[in-house]
């Protein structure tokens, strides 16, 4: 998230309101490769999109604030981060859920 927050700054956007997140961009790609490797989850529910939208302007604003120089900057992001979870499904906790989605 950090890197991308940081690419952006780096190609001269400014205003965090400006950055857009759609289904098809490379960090929704790198996230969906990295936490559903297997592809056990076909379709990436439209809210993972604005989390990961709104992540990214938190980092984006902390690091153009230069609150990156301070330690544990991370942690009020992960506070607004945490306003956003959604309860997790129950099928998802049960012992037997991966060998449902074959």
């Not at 780096?10 to 997140?21: A, C, F, L, M």
């Not at 490379?26 to 439209?46: D, G, K, M, S, V």
Request: hydrophobic fraction near 35%; avoid cysteine.
């Amino acid at each position: 998230m950090e890197k991308y927050a940081r690419q952006h700054l780096s190609e001269g956007q400014k205003n965090p309101d400006e950055i857009n997140v759609n289904m098809e961009a490379e960090i929704i790609r790198a996230l969906n490769l990295h936490y559903n490797r297997n592809n056990h989850l076909e379709q990436i529910p439209e809210h993972f999109r604005y989390v990961v939208e709104q992540t990214l302007k938190e980092f984006f604003k902390a690091i153009q604030e230069q609150k990156d120089s301070e330690q544990s900057w991370k942690k009020a992001i992960y506070k607004v981060i945490a306003r956003l979870d959604e309860q997790v499904p129950e099928y998802f906790k049960s012992p037997t859920f991966l060998e449902q989605l074959e």
